[in-house]
């Protein structure tokens, strides 16, 4: 052990996944744009990928809060509505993020948004004006 008179300093950092988690998160949404391998996805519907695993990833950091509350709190020692707010935070950007990657892309496979717009000229049926039967 160090003497009183060493400083020790220390340094860490926090990571919420492993690599398979986020390969996992990635490749979900791979699935999601219809691709089976995430380097094949276009690079407009690139940012709408990211944020459905974005989605997924608050999602699952949710269900991590969510499992470590129910692992520490017994039912007689109930935890207060501010102990909740990371389950909570997590589970609104997870919401947040994925319907951002719905509206991406959409608006990729739809011209920016202009989904109910036809992408043509349509042409116009004639229908023949039938008298009733009487």
Do not use: C
Not at 23 to 52: C, H, M, N, R
Not at 53 to 76: H, T
Not at 99 to 114: C, L, P, T
């Amino acid at each position: 052990a160090p003497t009183e008179e060493v400083a020790l300093r220390a340094t860490y950092y926090l990571q919420w996944f492993n690599d398979d988690e986020i390969v996992e998160f990635i490749t979900t949404a791979a699935q999601w744009v219809s691709l089976t391998d995430p380097s094949t996805i276009p690079d407009g519907l690139q940012p709408a990928a990211l944020k459905y695993a974005a989605g997924e990833a608050y999602l699952k950091l949710a269900l991590k809060f969510s499992e470590y509350m129910a692992d520490i709190y017994q039912l007689e020692d109930m935890p207060t509505k501010e102990q909740f707010n990371p389950v909570e935070n997590y589970r609104k950007l997870a919401e947040m993020m994925t319907k951002a990657a719905y509206k991406a892309r959409d608006d990729f496979h739809s011209r920016q948004g202009a989904a109910l717009a036809p992408r043509f000229g349509s042409i116009k049926g004639k229908v023949k004006d039938v008298a009733p039967n009487r």
